[in-house]
């Protein structure tokens, strides 16, 4: 009997490690390997989605919605940010006919506004996660301007990378948080004539990061050394988006509005008490902040977070998929204990919230400081199926936290 081979190279079945039968035809492990990376190639030479990982970009509505399943409320800046990132991703996937005048469509990173816990994180990341791209979160407080101690700004794409495995044309695709991005604002509203490290100077080495540039990324991160080898990654299709609290700007922007109304001004004094000042925001704030005006004009798309008041906490801690509440729930559920919570005591922890101006990440620690007596001893105790947390029983325990004790100190 005539011993079988492979339809693409000819090698009989002995020759190789697996032979794969079709309709018609065989082909063997080694052909398989070669059509895959003819495949890869094919896909990042035509500017298509991942070929491991299907983009999944719906419209900016869709976009909304999905939004409102993890973060409640901040309807202005989920709209701000699905147009934004719909159009970022229609851009990269938009299969246009190749004319000489041809349209450039240029990418719109985003910088977010807001307190600390209003979501600007979480925002970023479930955008990140409803796409299937690849997403860090970078902190731009450990970057320094190159050639000092401290992170380069190169190193914010080595952690994308390694999120994307190490596959380059998946990484060109991706999503970068860059956190607290008003800690490296000059320190004053003059150009620095000398350098300013952790500021200006890092500031002037984004500037090519967020426009669009080949840039030699160290592969393990770390500092960069001549004989490392760099890998090149393409930065036009990445998405920046920039999140910070910027305290103290809301001064800046009442003298802007102030001033700029003379005639008014007392009317607008009394509609800025009783509305969110940030919603007023504008790229001239920014630069009076201390950002340059070159990183301001690679950020065209500016929006704000509202602060979050008591009925926003109230519903931040039971309605969303990840919800503080049902985290508590299943954590005691895979011990066997059923957990359930008064009314009250909801009510009492968005007090306490408010009370400590922490946005929603206070939530977490009033939480944490009723329930870690809860969590130390039930797991040890196998009679004890379920559990109710009480009004008097919260008050005691927070009473007796650590955190009660520093507010008072």
Do not use: W
């Amino acid at each position: 009997m005539k011993e079988i081979s492979c339809s693409f190279c000819g090698r009989k079945k002995s020759e190789v490690t697996v032979l794969i039968a079709g309709i018609s035809g065989h082909i063997c492990d080694d052909c398989v390997s070669q059509a895959n990376l003819i495949v890869k190639e094919v896909a990042h030479d035509e500017g298509a989605p991942f070929s491991d990982g299907q983009l999944n970009l719906m419209k900016p509505a869709e976009i909304s919605r999905f939004l409102d399943e993890y973060v409640i409320g901040q309807n202005e800046a989920k709209k701000v940010l699905s147009v934004a990132v719909y159009n970022h991703y229609k851009r990269i996937t938009y299969k246009s006919s190749k004319k000489e005048d041809e349209i450039e469509i240029e990418k719109s990173n985003i910088i977010m506004v807001g307190e600390t816990g209003t979501g600007k994180t979480l925002l970023a990341k479930t955008i990140a996660k409803m796409l299937n791209v690849p997403f860090c979160i970078a902190d731009s407080t450990v970057l320094t301007e190159a050639g000092y101690v401290g992170e380069d700004v190169e190193s914010i794409l080595s952690r994308l990378l390694q999120n994307a495995d190490y596959d380059v044309a998946k990484a060109e695709r991706g999503i970068v948080f860059i956190d607290e991005i008003d800690k490296i604002a000059r320190k004053s509203d003059n150009p620095s004539i000398t350098r300013d490290v952790s500021g200006e100077g890092v500031q002037q080495a984004l500037l090519k990061l967020l426009e669009g540039a080949v840039v030699g990324v160290p592969p393990q991160g770390g500092r960069k050394h001549p004989e490392q080898k760099m890998i090149q990654v393409d930065t036009r299709n990445i998405l920046f988006i920039c999140g910070g609290a910027f305290d103290g700007i809301e001064k800046i922007i009442e003298r802007r509005v102030n001033t700029s109304s003379i005639g008014y001004s007392i009317k607008v004094g009394m509609s800025l008490e009783t509305e969110n000042i940030l919603q007023h925001i504008s790229p001239l704030d920014l630069k009076r902040f201390g950002l340059i005006p070159e990183l301001i004009g690679r950020f065209p798309v500016l929006t704000h977070l509202d602060p979050l008041d008591e009925s926003s906490l109230r519903r931040i801690l039971t309605e969303p998929k990840n919800s503080l509440i049902k985290q508590y729930i299943k954590l005691f559920e895979m011990d066997g204990v059923k957990l359930s919570f008064d009314k009250k005591v909801l009510d009492f922890i968005v007090e306490k919230a408010t009370e400590y101006r922490l946005g929603a990440r206070g939530l977490r620690s009033i939480c944490e400081a009723i329930m870690t007596d809860a969590m130390y001893e039930l797991p040890s105790n196998k009679d004890e199926k379920e559990f109710k947390i009480t009004l008097q029983y919260a008050r005691d325990k927070f009473t007796k936290s650590r955190i009660n004790k520093l507010k008072a100190a």
